[in-house]
């Protein structure tokens, strides 16, 4: 039996002035592998927060022995600081952005303050170079080192982060949602990855998982929560795992939705003509041409980095170097005079981004009814009808418990539902979904496909992801973007 790295007796974790995890018992020994399992709000991530420092654990006796790094979706909120999603393309043209070698320095992995003066022998600046060097081939992330941080799709910079952790030679890495906006190869190469280190025992895994085929090979136990509590521990099985990822039977089907009509001639909403997007030598994006005609239904695809955030980026009107292209949108020329705002009014998005950037101190229902403003939150109060609408897509999701929660207290999965009821409360005449089930559990998903499979009739869609069994049904056309930044159609 291996030695303890951490140790809870009868401890409880602390949020504001609850107590959540009450007299939890529970031991992570060497050599040990874990999943830890449960829907979303379950408290997955409070509960790896907890252990990586960031919530406070009190009562009883909590015990850990040699570092703990946790790698999660709040790591890339921190990193996107306080600046809006449209910040991060004009960070891109100032050229002030932090690059990836540079957040993978020494002096960062240390952390270092930038102002002390540190002397290193040439041994252990050699022995640093060596390891990053390894850690950087393993991720296969040698083309990154040089672009920017604001640069990197979400599932590179998953894979930077995951390379910091590594860098820290932690005891236990705390992996939360670590295949999220991976595409399939990426998804692959993690899996392997992570198999290579439980075989060589260098590390001990605490993994948070949204699919069944994410579990690696070679877990040894399972932890599954619920409603803040843990409800059972013990040796890992594949079949008891998937009894997680179950979609239970007695989902309800969505209710009636607000009529629109689409039957009108086909109008183009966005027309792209040889569209090419570059930063300094890296080109982004080749010389692309894409129509989008109303009550169309699209599924963008391609490789994590082959530009599609930037494709949707210059349709959304976040881009600056939509102005040099030729972008119509809903017939309007970018650049040709017209209210960016005033075109975001037709269009709901749900994306990574934003998701990133939302503020954590509105209510959720404020949060839904910010959709008809298209801001951050909401900057003045609803109105009576604008929080009739919220409420009523909040129920359509099965959200209406959470309505006068704070943003910020609700789980990640939790969160995204959200975001969708707030891209759809204004019924848009094109609904942008970049990723939009990334951290939903199985319940979730499903209950979100059905309802954007009932939203065809009613609304144009651009639907973003890596994961073919996340495409509505009734998605009947692929743009598909290569890495070289070039694209096919069908």
């Keep these: 039996m291996g030695k303890p790295i951490v140790t809870l007796r009868n401890a409880s974790v602390r949020v504001g002035d609850r107590l959540l995890f009450r007299n939890t018992h529970w031991t992570l020994r060497r050599g040990e592998q874990w999943a830890l399992l449960g829907p979303n709000g379950a408290g997955k991530t409070l509960f790896a927060s907890a252990l990586a420092g960031a919530v406070p654990i009190v009562r009883g006796d909590f015990h850990t022995d040699g570092l703990i790094e946790h790698v999660s979706f709040e790591q890339q909120k921190a990193l996107a600081g306080d600046a809006p999603p449209a910040a991060r393309w004009f960070s891109l043209e100032e050229e002030q952005a932090t690059t990836v070698s540079h957040f993978l320095s020494q002096d960062n ?257 404020e949060t839904v009814a910010s959709g008809f403003t298209d801001t951050h939150g909401c900057h003045r109060p609803p109105t009576a009808r604008q929080r009739a609408a919220a409420r009523r897509w909040l129920a359509q999701l099965g959200l209406t418990t959470y309505a006068e929660k704070p943003f910020g207290t609700l789980s990640a999965g939790t969160q995204r539902m959200a975001l969708l009821a707030r891209a759809l409360v204004k019924s848009p005449d094109l609904l942008v979904l970049d990723e939009p089930c990334q951290g939903l559990d199985a319940a979730h998903r499903a209950r979100f496909l059905r309802l954007i499979t009932a939203l065809r009739r009613h609304t144009t869609i651009i639907y973003v992801t890596h994961r073919y069994d996340e495409i509505p049904s009734g998605i009947e056309r692929v743009f598909r973007l290569k890495r070289s930044g070039s694209r096919s159609s069908k």
């Design 109 to 365: 992995i240390e952390e270092r303050n930038p102002f002390e003066v540190v002397t290193r022998s040439t041994d252990a600046v050699r022995a640093f170079r060596r390891r990053r060097n390894h850690v950087v081939n393993l991720l296969g992330i040698e083309s990154l080192l040089e672009q920017p941080l604001p640069s990197l799709s979400n599932g590179e910079m998953r894979k930077t982060l995951l390379a910091r952790a590594l860098l820290r030679k932690p005891r236990l890495l705390i992996l939360d949602d670590p295949f999220a906006g991976l595409d399939t190869r990426s998804r692959r190469h993690l899996k392997a990855i992570l198999e290579r280190l439980i075989q060589r025992r260098s590390v001990s895994l605490l993994l948070i998982a949204s699919h069944a085929d994410e579990l690696p090979r070679g877990l040894t136990h399972m932890l599954r929560v619920d409603h803040c509590r843990v409800l059972w521990q013990g040796p890992f099985t594949r079949r008891r795992a998937r009894e997680s990822f179950r979609v239970p039977s007695d989902l309800p089907n969505p209710s009636r939705l607000p009529a629109r009509n689409n039957s009108a001639k086909p109008e183009e909403l966005i027309r792209l003509d040889n569209v090419t997007v570059r930063y300094g030598e890296r080109v982004i994006l080749k010389n692309i041409h894409w129509v989008v005609r109303r009550g169309e239904h699209w599924a963008l695809l391609g490789p994590n980095g082959s530009g599609k955030s930037t494709l949707l980026s210059l349709i959304i009107g976040d881009n600056p170097q939509a102005y040099a292209n030729d972008v119509r949108v809903f017939g309007q020329q970018r650049g040709g005079g017209e209210s960016v705002w005033k075109l975001k009014q037709r269009i709901g998005v749900v994306s990574p981004e934003l998701h990133l950037h939302f503020p954590p101190e509105q209510t959720c229902l």
